[in-house]
């Protein structure tokens, strides 16, 4: 209802809908998704990490586990495998086994398409400002973050990263 003329509202009034929207989206499981998401070592190098962290929390997304490691060249490898051709696969194991990274599962509605598009594209110039990448990096290799990029691959890394029974829930 409406406060009188001149009568300051009580609270706003869409304030326990959003409420609600927001309690069944945590519960629904039909909207939820999750994904593996990897602030790389340079991000933990530059202490990027809790600004990562922030962004993701703010967006609503909820973090479903995390752990800081220096990954195994067979693990890197695995992760990479899509790549096990291409001329910057050495380099880019290489990179990713250099230092400890942070791993990490977030959930959300839509959470890959969601994570990919606030970690910016991977080609320096296409990664726009707001992004992960475009505020922080102009590197193609030192690109801060990895992230899942279809719901079948966040699986398969998170089953890669955490194993079975890895995660906090
Ligand atoms: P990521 O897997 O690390 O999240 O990165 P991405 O999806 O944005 O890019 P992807 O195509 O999966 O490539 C993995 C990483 O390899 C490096 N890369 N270099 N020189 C090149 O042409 C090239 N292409 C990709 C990037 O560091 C990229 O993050
Ligand atoms: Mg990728």
Not at 106 to 112: I, N, R
């Amino acid at each position: 209802m409406r406060p009188a003329r001149g009568e300051p509202p009580s609270t706003l009034p869409f304030l326990p809908d959003l409420r609600r929207r927001i309690l069944f989206l945590r519960n629904c499981k039909m909207a939820t998704e999750r994904t593996y998401i990897m602030v790389k070592p340079d991000g933990v190098e530059r202490r990027l990490t809790g600004e990562i962290i922030r962004r993701f929390e703010n967006r609503g997304l909820t973090l479903v586990g995390l752990k800081m490691l220096i990954p195994t060249r067979e693990t890197a490898e695995k992760h990479y495998a899509v790549h096990n051709t291409k001329p910057f696969f050495g380099e880019l194991v290489d990179f990713v086994t250099s230092g400890p990274v942070v791993a990490m599962v977030w959930e959300g509605p839509d959470a890959v398409k969601l994570t990919r598009q606030m970690i910016g594209a991977t080609k320096p110039a296409d990664a726009l400002p707001g992004t992960i990448r475009g505020d922080f990096t102009c590197d193609m290799l030192l690109n801060l973050i990895h992230g899942s990029d279809a719901p079948e691959t966040a699986a398969e890394e998170i089953a890669l990263w955490f194993g079975e029974n890895g995660l906090a829930r």
